[in-house]
């Protein structure tokens, strides 16, 4: 900050202080006896602080002196509603981490939680059979050793909508939910502490939806259990991950960070999917509700970006 000169009066003061503001120029007044002096906040506004002092000081009743005073007025409401907008949006880091996870993160736990409660079920209850039916992309028929799928997909035509959503929470081994949860709490965590629930639970319903359709359709009839019987988060995980890798190299105001090491072992470990080799311990994978889940994410985290730099441009 540094001092330009003095002024006569306060009211001369304040009006060209008030001037100073509608040209962007930081300034504050104060009292030194009869004068008030003028102090610039920017050094780098400093000459062009003086050159508009020395042009207030010929012609102080100007026009565009008096029309500064409304102007700046509307100015400074501005920043007071910025500033309070700013603190309803504050986060209140300590109380937000004293919190359990549960409490920060509901969508993700949810996720999480559901899903390891159904892995459960599935393994070491007497009602696997029930569940499957209950949340697979389609109902079966078991006869013998051989399972018929609804391929034709009626039961949500008939209004089953939760169909295109709920193969996610299906696991069908220990290391499928391990991972499957492991991620959804890194990725989805993140992303809801950033952008909230309401958001998060968009997003996995915009990565779901068209990640089990693709692999119903095109994922070939070779899943667990033999046909249509996939599921997992996996989809979700490759999606959230497109997401946040997309904003973290376009939008550097999400404050998103995928460390590369991070993209390197997803984007091996998709390609070791896709191989094959996985297989023999695993089961069958759905490869194709990863590859559209990881394009869908990417899409989001792009189109979200190109958006809201758009409306910057307007």
């Given at each position: 900050m540094r001092k330009i000169g003095t002024l006569p009066s306060e009211q001369q003061a304040k009006l060209?202080?008030?001037f100073l503001l509608t040209e962007q120029i930081g300034a504050n007044i104060d009292a030194s006896g009869d004068e008030w002096n003028i102090w610039v906040l920017d050094e780098d506004q400093v000459e062009q602080a003086k050159s508009e002092l020395a042009a207030f000081e010929q012609e102080p009743t100007a026009?565009?002196?008096?029309?500064a005073t409304r102007q700046a007025e509307a100015i400074r409401d501005e920043k007071i509603a910025q500033a309070r907008a700013a603190v309803k949006r504050q986060v209140k880091v300590r109380e937000t981490?004293?919190?359990p996870f549960t409490s920060r993160c509901p969508v993700t736990s949810l996720l999480i939680?559901?899903?390891?409660?159904?892995?459960?079920?599935?393994?070491?209850s007497d009602f696997s059979i029930q569940i499957r039916q209950a949340l697979g992309i389609c109902s079966f028929?078991?006869?013998?050793?051989?399972?018929?799928?609804?391929t034709r997909l009626l039961d949500i035509r008939e209004g089953e909508f939760w169909r295109l959503i709920t193969p996610i929470f299906m696991h069908f081994n220990f290391m499928h939910i391990l991972f499957d949860g492991f991620m959804t709490y890194q990725l989805g965590g993140a992303i809801e502490i950033k952008k909230g629930s309401t958001k998060l639970a968009l997003m996995v319903i915009l990565i779901a939806i068209p990640s089990n359709l693709a692999q119903f359709?095109?994922?070939?009839?070779?899943?667990?259990n033999g046909g249509p019987g996939f599921g997992g988060l996996s989809g979700v995980v490759y999606g959230l991950f497109g997401y946040m890798w997309m904003k973290s190299q376009y939008d550097p105001q999400s404050?998103?960070?995928?460390?590369?090491?991070?993209?390197?072992i997803l984007m091996v470990f998709y390609f070791l999917c896709l191989s094959g080799v996985f297989e023999e311990f695993t089961g069958k994978i759905a490869n194709m509700a990863h590859t559209v889940g990881l394009?869908?994410?990417?899409?989001?985290?792009?189109?979200?970006?190109?958006?809201r730099e758009a409306g910057k441009s307007r």
């Open positions: 060209f202080e008030d026009a565009k002196y008096q029309a981490w004293n919190q939680g559901v899903s390891v409660v159904v892995y459960i079920f599935l393994e070491y028929q078991v006869s013998g050793d051989m399972i018929r799928y609804d359709y095109w994922g070939g009839d070779h899943f667990s404050s998103f960070y995928v460390p590369p090491n991070m993209v390197t394009i869908m994410g990417i899409a989001i985290g792009l189109g979200s970006t190109w958006l």
